[in-house]
C-alpha cells in the first residue's frame, strides 16, 4: 500500500489517519528507524506523513494531517470529549463497584441448582446472570485498560482493543433484561454476534500491541506480560460463558430435558492420542510447506496411556497440541538439515494421567532451545524477536487493513455488508476443520492454523496462559546439543467441576 499512496496521496492518507495513531501501513520515518534498532516493518504508532506528498504545500496537507493528532479518535463513538465524564458517571460508579463473581463448571452448566433439568426459568436465570457477569467483567478490564500509560492505551492496537471493549461494555449494558424465553432466543443471537463480530480481532491486536509496545521500550516487559495474561484469561472466561450459555439455550431449543455435567457441548470427550495424531499431521503438512513434498519426517511415537480419553474443550486441546509440536517439528527438521544427519530424529510423545490431571511429555532431539529459558513465556521476548514476530503478523493476510473503525463506522452505516475478514487466517472456520465440528475460538485456531512462513514468537507464551487457565502448566526442560522435553500439564476438568474461580477472576 505505501508504495502505491505517493500517486493517490491525499485521500489514501486520509483513509488511513484514523486516529491520532495511524494504520501501520504507513511506514514509520528515518528517525524513528534510528530509535528502533533492528526494526524493518511498520510500527502504528510512528506515523509519516512527509514521503506521501512531498510537492504538497502544507495548507492542503493540513486537513489530512490534522486528525491524525486530534486528542481523540475521529471516528470513535465512545473515545471522545464526554467519554471522561461518562465513564466516571457510568462505569466507575455503577460497575467497578461490583465483583465478578466466580465461577465453577457445574454452576455455568446448572446454574446453582442440584438437578440436572433443564427448565424455562434456568435459562432466564442464566441469560441475566450472563449479561451481569459480562458487564462487570468488561467494565473492570477496561480499568486495567486504564491504567496503563497513555502512550501505551494510545497505540493503534490497544485503542482497537479498548473500544471494542467499551463496545462490548455498552451494548450488554443497555441490552434489555430477559424475561422469557422468547427474549432469550433474540439474547442469544445477540450474544453470537459479539462473539464472531470484530471482537475476534481483540486477540491478535493485544499481541501486536504488546510487540509494538516492547519495540518502542514503552513499558516493562514483566508487567505487559502480565496485563495481557489476565487480558487474554478474562477473554477465556468471558467467551466460555457465552458459549456455555448458547449452549444450554440450544439443548433447551432441542427439546433437551436435561442437562449433564459436561454440558452437551462444550466439553467433550477428547481421545488424546486422535489430537496427537490430528497435530503430528497438521505439522507433517507444515512441513512439506516450509521445504518439500517428499523430504524426509521425524518417525512420531506415542507413549504412555495410549487409550486415553478426557474432556476438554476441543479446540483448546487442539490450539495446545498443535503449538507445542509444532515447535519440536519445527527444531527436529532444522537441525536435521545443519547437521545432515541420514535421517531427522524422532519426537516421541508420552500421555501420562491420573484423576486429577493429566500429562503429555513431547521430547525431540533438536538440540535444545537456543535462547534464554526465561524470555520464551515472554509475548515481548527481545527487541530484535518481537520486531520478527510484529513484521509476521503484518504478513498474516488480511489482517493489516482492518481497522475497527473502518468496520464499524464506516460501511453501509455502521452494519457490515460482508464478513470483515473473509478470506483471512482469522476467517471463520468450518465446523468441518475441528473435531467433534466444534466452533469455539475461532481467532485461536487461525492463529494455530497460519502458514509455517509466518513464525509469531507467541506460541509457548499463549499455551501458558491457556495451560493454566485449565488447571494445568507448560514446562520446557532444554538440554543444550541434545533436545528438549516439552511438558503440558492439564486439569482433569470432571474433577475439577466445582472448584471456584477456574477462570481466575
Ligand atoms: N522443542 C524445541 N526445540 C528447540 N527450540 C525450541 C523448541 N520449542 C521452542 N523452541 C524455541 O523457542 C522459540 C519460541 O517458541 P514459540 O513461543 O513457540 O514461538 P515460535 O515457534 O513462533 O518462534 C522458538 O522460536 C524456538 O527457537
Ligand atoms: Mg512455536
Known amino acids: 500500500m505505501s508504495e502505491s499512496m505517493g500517486a493517490t496521496g491525499l485521500k489514501s492518507l486520509a483513509q488511513v489517519t484514523r486516529f491520532s495513531v495511524t494504520k501501520r501501513t504507513i511506514e514509520y520515518d528515518s528517525q524513528a528507524r534510528k530509535s528502533v534498532v533492528c526494526h524493518r516493518g511498520h510500527i502504528s504508532q510512528i506515523p509519516d506523513f512527509s514521503k506521501y506528498s512531498p510537492t504538497k504545500s502544507i495548507s492542503e496537507l493540513a486537513p489530512y494531517v490534522s486528525p491524525t493528532l486530534c486528542a481523540y479518535p475521529?471516528?470513535?463513538?465512545?473515545?471522545?470529549?464526554?467519554?471522561?465524564?461518562?465513564?466516571?458517571?457510568?462505569l466507575e460508579k455503577h460497575y467497578l463497584t461490583k465483583k465478578p463473581h466466580p465461577v465453577s463448571l457445574s454452576q455455568l452448566a446448572q446454574y446453582f441448582d442440584d438437578s440436572n433439568t433443564l427448565t424455562k426459568q434456568k435459562i432466564v436465570n442464566s441469560s441475566r446472570f450472563v449479561q451481569q457477569e459480562l458487564v462487570t467483567r468488561i467494565a473492570h478490564k477496561i480499568h486495567l485498560l486504564q491504567t496503563l500509560p497513555f502512550n501505551v492505551v494510545n497505540n493503534f492496537h490497544f485503542s482497537q482493543v479498548y473500544e471494542s471493549y467499551y463496545n462490548i461494555f455498552e451494548r450488554f449494558r443497555r441490552y434489555p433484561t430477559v424475561k422469557t424465553i422468547a427474549d432469550n432466543d433474540k439474547f442469544a443471537r445477540f450474544l453470537q454476534s459479539i462473539l464472531s463480530d470484530f471482537n475476534s480481532l481483540n486477540l491478535p491486536h493485544l499481541i501486536m500491541g504488546a510487540l509494538e509496545c516492547r519495540i518502542l521500550d514503552l513499558y516493562p516487559p514483566q508487567k505487559m506480560d502480565e496485563v495481557i495474561s489476565s487480558l487474554l484469561r478474562a477473554r477465556i472466561s468471558r467467551r466460555l460463558i457465552v458459549e456455555e450459555h448458547l449452549s444450554i439455550t440450544a439443548n433447551y431449543q432441542s427439546g433437551k430435558k436435561e442437562n449433564t455435567l459436561v454440558l452437551g457441548d462444550i466439553f467433550q470427550e477428547c481421545s488424546a492420542r486422535e489430537f496427537l495424531l490430528g497435530a503430528k499431521a497438521m505439522c507433517e503438512k507444515f512441513i512439506q510447506d516450509m521445504y518439500f513434498q517428499g523430504i524426509k519426517l521425524p518417525e512420531f511415537v506415542i507413549d504412555g496411556n495410549l487409550e486415553l480419553k478426557f474432556y476438554f474443550l476441543p479446540l483448546h486441546l487442539k490450539y495446545l497440541l498443535g503449538e507445542v509440536l509444532r515447535n519440536s517439528y519445527e527444531a527436529t527438521m532444522k537441525e536435521y538439515i545443519r547437521l545432515g544427519l541420514k535421517n531427522p530424529e524422532p519426537i516421541t510423545v508420552t500421555i501420562v494421567s491420573n484423576d486429577q490431571s493429566?500429562?503429555?511429555?513431547?521430547?525431540?532431539?533438536?538440540?535444545?532451545?537456543?535462547?534464554?529459558?526465561?524470555?520464551?513465556?515472554?509475548?515481548?521476548?527481545?527487541?530484535?524477536?518481537?520486531?520478527?514476530?510484529?513484521?509476521?503478523?503484518?504478513?498474516?493476510?488480511?489482517?493489516?487493513?482492518?481497522?475497527?473503525?473502518?468496520?464499524?463506522?464506516?460501511?453501509?452505516?455502521?452494519?457490515?455488508?460482508?464478513?470483515?475478514?473473509?478470506?483471512?487466517?482469522?476467517?471463520?472456520v468450518s465446523a468441518s476443520n475441528l473435531p467433534h465440528g466444534h466452533k469455539f475460538e475461532k481467532p485461536l485456531l487461525g492463529l494455530l492454523e497460519r502458514s509455517s512462513r509466518y513464525k509469531l514468537g507467541i506460541g509457548l507464551a499463549m499455551c501458558k496462559v491457556y495451560a493454566e487457565y485449565w488447571n494445568g502448566d507448560l514446562t520446557v526442560h532444554s538440554i543444550n546439543g541434545y533436545g528438549t522435553d516439552t511438558v503440558l500439564k492439564l486439569g482433569n476438568l470432571m474433577y475439577h467441576t466445582d472448584k471456584l474461580q477456574l477462570d481466575k477472576v
Not at 74 to 90: A, E
Not at 403 to 411: A, G, K, P, Q, V
Open 74 to 90: 475521529l471516528q470513535s463513538k465512545y473515545v471522545n470529549q464526554q467519554h471522561y465524564y461518562q465513564n466516571k458517571d457510568i
Open 358 to 428: 493429566f500429562m503429555f511429555r513431547i521430547s525431540d532431539r533438536a538440540g535444545g532451545i537456543p535462547h534464554d529459558e526465561k524470555t520464551i513465556w515472554s509475548f515481548g521476548k527481545s527487541k530484535q524477536l518481537a520486531s520478527e514476530s510484529l513484521n509476521n503478523f503484518h504478513k498474516l493476510p488480511g489482517l493489516q487493513t482492518i481497522s475497527l473503525y473502518d468496520y464499524m463506522y464506516d460501511r453501509d452505516g455502521g452494519k457490515p455488508t460482508s464478513h470483515p475478514y473473509k478470506f483471512t487466517s482469522l476467517e471463520p
